[in-house]
């Protein structure tokens, strides 16, 4: 096969060759990753019936799908909505608003609604999501930041594995300690995501040891990626973003937070006012957005996983570095290729944007975002600013250099774009042809 290969690139303009080489390691890959493609729609089809009986069961009607305004004092639509988050998730409680600006949001409300002066909050993932480091008062401005309020912060690092490490979890935890929270996804970190079987394995320690304890998880990018959710194995609190995976691509903003009641009733009232909380706040026109969103979102994280498993693969076995490898438990969307070479993650990120349906002539360099203390190069040609659940590639631009790929509303986008990145950076000699005569090897 080298052979044909080589005599091809001889053979035909280069431009050609290349092409094919691409589509013989696409027809190599996709027999790869066949298997769990099927595992995957098994998964699609269990979280869309879980979300089909939320929907029956409170009784979505017409009337909760209307745009409503000012205080929001009885809405319906917010209520129902709410309701439905709630069965989903196996919460006691949901708060689901538009008005929530993106995961941070959601999740910082979750710590100052819970937290009091002293209060300690434990991260037993480590270090933080870059925002977060922000809120808590790590790193930038302490203004406003959970230091600035008095409450102390602690972490625990992973285990060389990735794995949480339990036994210091438990020694960590303190009479003050009174959150303890896990990053399911791995942000942009270099190690695994955590699976909701092990959040529930660490959650029932943590709970033997003291029941009081609030174990929080930022679930951001993880909905509908497993069949169940950390509300499901005894977590108290969760948060993520809306235009992420519960959105289902058609949510124009929000976030949500979904767990005990208390708790959660604890975050509305720091977001709107004590008082106020979970009973004001208008949906605006969203509404018909977050319930279809949620409709589609089993369904659209679907499609972004098999993305993530063919670009998995594709870059395998161009012999490069990936996480999580095709043939791994997911329990996020989220798919690290690690180029080791900036120029490649620029590239590979440029490419990427160009093959969006917006913005596609946008040339994305890399920049500096709020929260963050690394530039980051970020391409999102997306219909909503900056959601991730629709074909995103970024990366702080610092060694390794990894590209955080996820999302896709289609994975036939997902596949094409890659196939196109892939194609410009052979051709530019970005990566080396090698790469791809090996590959077909
Ligand atoms: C996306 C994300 C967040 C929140 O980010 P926003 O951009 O504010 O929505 C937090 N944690 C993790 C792990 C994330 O992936």
Redesign the pocket.
């Known amino acids: 096969m080298e052979e044909d290969i080589r005599k091809l690139s001889k053979e035909r303009d280069r431009d050609l060759s290349i092409r094919e080489c691409i589509d013989r390691l696409t027809g190599i890959v996709d027999e790869l990753i066949e298997p769990y493609k099927r595992e995957i729609e098994k998964l699609c089809e269990y979280n869309t019936e879980k979300v089909l009986k939320a929907f029956i069961r409170i009784g979505v009607g017409e009337e909760h799908l209307k745009g409503t305004t000012g205080y929001g004092y009885n809405d319906i639509a917010r209520a129902a909505l709410e309701d439905v988050y709630s069965e989903v998730f196996g919460a006691e409680a949901a708060f689901v608003r538009p008005q929530l600006v993106?995961?941070?949001?959601a999740?910082a409300a979750c710590f100052f609604g819970n937290l009091r002066p002293d209060d300690e909050l434990l991260f037993a993932s480590g270090k933080p999501?870059d925002?977060?480091l922000t809120v808590i008062g790590e790193h930038g401005d302490a203004t406003g930041t959970l230091k600035d309020f008095g409450i102390k912060y602690k972490e625990v690092p992973l285990k060389q594995d990735g794995t949480i490490d339990t036994e210091g979890v438990l020694r960590a935890i303190s009479s003050e300690t009174k959150m303890i929270a896990i990053?399911r996804?791995r942000?942009y970190d270099l190690r695994p995501s955590i699976t909701v079987e092990e959040i529930g394995r660490v959650t029932r320690e943590i709970k033997k040891k003291n029941r009081n304890i609030i174990v929080f998880v930022?679930n951001?990018?993880g909905e509908f990626a497993e069949m169940f959710e950390p509300t499901n194995v005894g977590v108290d609190l969760i948060a993520g973003?809306l235009i992420?995976n519960p959105g289902g691509g058609l949510a124009p903003s929000g976030g949500y937070v979904c767990g005990k009641r208390r708790f959660v009733e604890a975050t509305a009232g720091r977001v709107i006012a004590p008082g106020l909380g979970i009973d004001t706040g208008p949906m605006l026109e969203s509404p018909r957005h977050l319930f279809q969103g949620l409709f589609l979102a089993p369904h659209v994280v679907a499609e972004a996983l098999k993305g993530s498993l063919f670009v998995s693969a594709m870059f395998e076995k161009l012999g490069y570095e990936v996480s999580p490898r095709y043939c791994d438990k997911r329990t996020d969307i989220v798919q690290t290729i690690k180029f080791g070479d900036k120029d490649v993650l620029l590239r590979f990120c440029q490419e990427i944007q160009k093959a969006s349906p917006i913005d596609a002539r946008v040339l994305v360099v890399p920049g500096d975002m709020p929260g963050y203390s690394d530039k980051i190069i970020m391409a999102c040609g997306s219909f909503i600013q900056g959601a991730?659940i629709e074909l995103s590639a970024d990366g702080p631009v610092r060694p390794p250099f990894v590209s955080y790929f996820q999302g896709g509303l289609t994975q036939e986008h997902v596949r094409i774009a890659t196939k196109r990145a892939l194609y410009a950076l052979l051709e530019n000699e970005v990566i080396g042809k090698e790469r791809l005569l090996n590959a077909l090897e």
């Not at 993106?102 to 949001?105: Q, V």
């Open positions: 993106s995961g941070t949001h999740i999501y925002t977060l990053q996804s942000g930022d951001c990018y973003s992420k991730s």
